[in-house]
């Protein structure tokens, strides 16, 4: 069996409102040679710095489910608005930007401060609009300042988070039919 590391994430039922401030769409498509920060809409974590990028559309459950990680240790990068853009080594970092550092939105609560940090090594992408419905899927990709990212579909299931977690910490193993 072959180990790859990559980190998981996605969504459940949970809704949470979007951003009202639209500077580029939700999809992530940054080439290597794109240098100065992008704002997208979009919402990211970092667990035991492994940032994670939540994409969807407005009310897909970006905030629910980063608050859900947050809850489980995650800290907050930027809700709503994120930048990626090289870090030292090159590598895709996630940034707040700068706007609300710390501050989530909560459904029906409101504004929460939460713990929160500045920037992380993006280890994931998940996609909230796109529902993964296949037990074993096969890993999927996507190309962010050149670099591959492990993309993610969003589960319906209350357990997501905690899967996401398990993810996090121990990647993702891949098995050939061989094996």
């Known amino acids: ?11 459940f039922h949970i809704r949470t409102a979007g951003c009202p401030f639209r500077r580029r769409s939700a999809g992530v498509s940054l080439s290597a040679h794109e240098t100065e920060p992008k704002p997208i809409h979009a919402t990211a974590i970092s667990f035991e710095n492994k940032g994670v ?3 969807g559309s407005s009310g897909s459950g970006k905030s629910a489910l980063a608050i859900e990680l ?7 990068i930027a809700d709503d608005m994120v930048d990626i853009r090289p870090g030292p080594e090159g590598w ?3 940034f707040g930007t700068g706007r609300m550092a ?3 939105e909560a459904r029906g609560l409101g504004l929460v401060r939460v713990p929160n940090v500045t920037h992380a090594p993006l280890a994931a992408i998940v ?6 419905t296949a037990r074993l899927p ?3 990709e996507k190309i962010v300042l050149g670099q591959p990212i492990p993309l993610l579909g969003c589960l319906d299931t209350a357990h997501f988070p905690a899967f996401l977690v398990c993810y996090l910490r121990g990647g993702r193993v891949t098995v050939s039919p061989d094996d």
């Open 1 to 11: 069996m072959g180990r790859k590391h990559s980190p998981h994430g996605c969504g």
């Open 53 to 55: 990028l939540l994409t």
């Open 70 to 76: 947050i809850a489980r240790g995650a800290l907050l």
């Open 92 to 94: 895709p970092h996630l």
């Open 102 to 104: 710390g501050i989530i």
């Open 127 to 132: 996609e909230m609009d796109q529902r993964e």
């Open 138 to 140: 096969s890993p999927r």
